[in-house]
């Protein structure tokens, strides 16, 4: 049975992706990826569906795990509002509600509108007129950024745990605006052992506002507890300038498989060391016995 889910969902995520034009396609490690670029959200909208449903159609939105079906998203636009919503330090917002944290080396995040509302957006936050234009929302109003930084770490556990249960997934996915250069965005999948599972880079396609998106179905035996996220080659400040190797890149929706539970690596070591001593008494019986060890 473990050896027919993964096939299962590659057949899913295949009929679906060839029936809405979308591409999926294997990768190492078992997983499948999805990934599309556009200009304008509808032209990437097929493939995000059938990520989707590969993942599993309904949304969880904030119930309690653990589920057995389903899948989890974030799209940062706080019911609608084009304010921005700053955070310092660890965004814990989704901790508890979707099992997602997340986690920068900056000094924290920021959800709101390139442009625009009461603040001024982005463009006004980071004092650069040119992120009016230069960036596109693919569910209206407010994009996602670390400030201070380009990683962003996302941290899973079981929801209505805040936090307390760790958990993994077995697909992730992320949509980028402005990715200019080849190379400058990338997703990081890690299990639980720290180790990381596979790394795939976000697709590019040049031109102000434009839309990327990547989503991978890992192997479910083989689930992530840490995703990191790499956006553009530099924190938000300076001018995008793809010529000059400085590509600025900003994200919105987040959708994740339905976090669920991993081993649990004290567990697992006891259970080995059980094992060992009741091997180490049946040679000392058969011995005994004898019989050859």
């Known amino acids: 049975m473990p050896l027919l ?19 999926a396609t294997p990768a190492s490690h078992g997983a499948t990826l ?22 599993g159609s309904t949304n969880n939105g904030n119930l309690a795990g653990p589920l057995t079906s389903g899948h989890r998203e974030i799209n940062w636009d706080g019911g609608g509002v084009d304010v921005n919503s700053i955070n310092a330090g660890a965004l814990n917002a989704f901790r508890n509600t979707r099992g997602a944290q997340f986690l920068t080396p900056g000094t924290g995040f920021v959800q709101g509108p390139a442009s625009g509302g009461p603040d001024g957006g982005l463009a006004t936050l980071f004092g650069n007129p040119t992120y009016a234009t230069g960036f596109q929302a693919f569910s209206p109003v407010r994009l996602f950024t670390p400030i ?10 079981i929801p209505g745990t805040n936090g307390a249960v760790r958990a993994g997934v077995t697909g992730f996915g992320a949509i980028f605006t402005d990715v200019d250069l080849a ?10 052992n720290g180790e990381l599972i596979l ?61 669920s539970g991993i081993p649990a690596p004290a567990a697992l070591g006891l259970l080995g060391v059980g094992l060992l001593a009741v091997g180490a008494r049946l040679r000392r019986t058969r011995r005994a016995a004898g019989y050859p060890a």
């Open 34 to 55: 999805f990934t599309d670029t556009g200009v304008a959200p509808a032209d990437i909208q097929a493939t995000v569906d059938a990520f989707r449903t590969a993942l």
């Open 5 to 23: 889910l993964p096939l299962a969902r590659l057949v899913i995520a295949v009929a679906v992706g060839f029936l809405a034009m979308t591409l």
């Open 199 to 259: 790394s795939v880079g976000v697709p590019e396609l040049a031109g102000d506002g434009s839309l990327s998106f990547v989503g991978v179905l890992l192997d479910p035996e083989r689930p992530a507890t840490r995703v990191e996220i790499i956006s553009g080659t530099s924190a938000l400040g300076p001018d995008d300038n793809p010529a000059g190797g400085v590509d600025i890149v900003v994200m919105d929706d987040f959708i994740f498989a339905e976090p």
């Open 183 to 192: 190379g400058s965005s990338s997703m990081s999948f890690f299990d639980h």
């Open 148 to 157: 201070g930084s380009n990683v962003t770490e996302t941290v899973f556990s």
